[in-house]
């Protein structure tokens, strides 16, 4: 049976791909062509979904605001599923002290609160995007290596393992042809759902003003632009708003819906 | 239980020096001179030689950490380097208003939560429970800071209800002092914000809820509850409840975690006077020291947090505490 949560999910989250993927050719206007004489007009057929307080077209800034929120979520949640996957496959597959080791530096990173911790090593690196998504991946890291080694400390135990190393098979091949295959699906969950968060919080870091700069079309600089208008130009805080919830809602999905279908043991749950 | 209390009470000082050392090395990451980054491109030879030594830059890696360990022992977070004033006192100016939005958010989080996420495994299939899993995947995925400024452009900007922005007298001494008029004022400040951080997480929690009850309501021990006649309301509250809140429970430390990161964006939304408007600040002037402090409080407060929410867990499940201490045996 289908599901309706993991279509739903697919189908937004395949919207933001084809926009941030087709962004120069879904408009005439440029991202950063101003136009002063028409400043914060509203939704038009001229302009679809407006203009900002620069005259800028509202729509294709968003679809840029598309690529930078995609590309600095992925990178980081793709660096952050690299190394946490490495360091818990292989704390739990060796175990004694290079895990006691590694799980301290684990536990050292769960000491702060998420986005708290992204914002000091904001502070420390300065902005842009790098530096975000650096940060972002410091956050991220250390799930996929607690789920990671969960996954190996019960998988190592199981006869499979015992007749792979039997067979003469060397740590490396077992770690990576025996026991990642069995961490992928709850990891590949995992990460879906991190991107969600990892949108949310690069929107956070740039609404604060400290992700990456403007004149960079970011969603969250959009939408701290925007409150400035509220009394008047509700819009121009409403549509980035839109934009992140879109993706998110549609990562959140695809990540649910996946959960149900790959993971039935919930091991990916957070 | 005392055992286990002082065992989870002893592995928090691993925890505290790894926060404390990750704080220090902040100052480490910062790309070039540090004293330069902060004072910028144009400021004398004479003070950034003066800032380099106010940092200690001037001094061998280890000595820093050692001093920098021991002063924070001794309660000396160092001296904000635009504000000229210790940290520790302006940190502590701040940490009052953040505690209140916090904990405000954190129990409205939980109690909504819980209830909702209740209410839906009960009339599972119905429209409530329909109607409750959307708002609560429309709330995991609503980004804190857009549903704050919405709920700002409807409830204060178009309709005047409540305020938009700034706090009322502290709620703790509104209440103390009686005074009808400064707890309402409290109260009407304190609306805003602490719904706006607290969705999410209830979102979070009622979905977690509904999981973990449906589970529970199918165990025997619930159906055989229910044959020797007692009321819905009664098995529910007595054995599916109690029981059904346990995973839950071992979530709060995490989201508590989560909801100082959204208290941070919260605040600045709302012109709160707390810690994460104070931190927002210190980032964006660049003051590495009060960074580090701000930093520093915000762990410690989420360290507290996560041992006494570790400490009700494993007071109301033995199972916690003897996994613990066999794993540390």
């Known amino acids: 049976m289908r599901s309706p949560t993991l279509c739903l999910g697919a189908v937004l989250v395949g919207t933001i791909l084809f926009v941030a993927a087709f962004a120069p050719w879904l408009s005439t206007y440029s991202p950063d062509a101003m136009d002063m004489s028409n400043r914060l007009a509203p939704p038009s057929g001229e302009h679809v979904l407006g203009t900002d307080n620069f005259g800028r077209d509202l729509w294709i800034r968003m679809a840029y605001g598309a690529r930078i929120s995609l590309a600095v979520s992925l990178s980081s949640v793709s660096i952050a599923v690299l190394l946490g996957g490495t360091v818990g496959l292989v704390s739990g597959y060796f175990r004694g002290t290079v895990d006691a080791v590694l799980m301290r530096i684990v536990d050292l990173f769960l000491g702060f609160p998420p986005f708290i911790l992204a914002m000091a090593l904001v502070a420390a690196l300065g902005s842009g995007a790098l530096s975000v998504t650096v940060a972002l991946a410091a956050v991220f890291w250390t799930e996929s290596a607690r789920l990671v080694r969960g996954i190996t400390l019960s998988e190592v135990e199981r006869d499979y393992v015992a007749a792979a190393r039997a067979a003469g098979a060397r740590h490396f091949r077992i770690m990576t042809r025996h026991l990642l295959p069995r961490a992928a699906g709850p990891v590949s969950i995992l990460a879906t759902l991190s991107i969600g968060t990892a949108i949310v919080a690069e929107a956070g870091l740039s609404f604060l003003g400290f992700g990456i700069e403007p004149p960079t079309p970011t969603w969250g600089w959009t939408l701290a632009y925007g409150v400035r208008y509220l009394r008047t130009d509700m819009w121009l805080a409403t549509v980035p708003g839109l934009a992140i919830l879109w993706t998110v809602l549609g990562f959140n999905l695809l990540g649910d819906g996946l959960r149900d279908r790959l993971d039935p043991r919930g091991l990916a749950r957070r | ?329």
């Open chain 2, 1 to 329: 239980m005392t055992r286990y209390a002082l065992l989870r009470l002893w592995l928090v000082v691993p925890t505290l020096a790894g926060v404390l050392l990750f704080v220090f090395a902040l100052l480490e990451l910062v790309p070039g001179d540090p004293a330069v980054v902060f004072l910028g491109e144009n400021a004398t030879p004479e003070a950034v030689a003066s800032l380099r030594e106010e940092l200690g830059l001037d001094r061998p890696l280890p000595v820093r950490l050692f001093d920098y360990g021991w002063d924070v022992l001794r309660g000396d977070l160092g001296q904000s380097i635009f504000q000229r004033e210790p940290v520790l006192d302006i940190v502590l100016r701040r940490l009052p208003a953040t505690l209140e939005l916090a904990f405000a958010s954190f129990l409205l989080a939980v109690l909504s939560g819980v209830a909702l996420g209740t209410m839906a495994a009960l009339w599972r299939g119905s429209f409530l429970d329909v109607a409750a899993s959307a708002v609560a995947q429309l709330g995991v995925s609503m980004p804190v800071f857009w549903l704050g400024i919405l709920l700002m452009a409807w409830l204060s900007v178009d309709w005047g209800w409540l305020p938009a922005v700034g706090r009322g007298e502290p709620l703790v001494s509104a209440l103390t002092s009686g005074d009808i008029r400064a707890l309402t004022d409290a109260l009407a400040h304190l609306v805003l914000p602490t719904v706006t951080l607290a969705i999410h997480h209830a979102a979070v929690i009622s979905r977690l809820v509904r999981a973990s009850m449906l589970t529970t309501l199918h165990e025997e021990y619930v159906v055989a509850a229910h044959a020797r006649g007692l009321t819905l309301s009664h098995v529910t509250a007595a054995h599916a409840l109690s029981n059904a809140i346990l995973p839950v429970l071992s979530v709060l430390g995490v989201r508590f975690g989560a909801l100082l990161g959204g208290a941070v964006l919260t605040e600045s939304i709302f012109g709160w006077p707390g810690l994460g408007q104070l931190a927002v600040t210190a980032i964006s002037e660049r003051d590495l020291p009060l960074v580090q402090g701000v930093v520093l409080i915000f762990a410690l407060m989420f360290i507290l947090v996560n041992l006494l929410v570790d400490l009700a867990h494993a007071s109301l499940d033995p199972r916690i505490r003897f996994a613990t201490l066999k794993a540390h045996a």
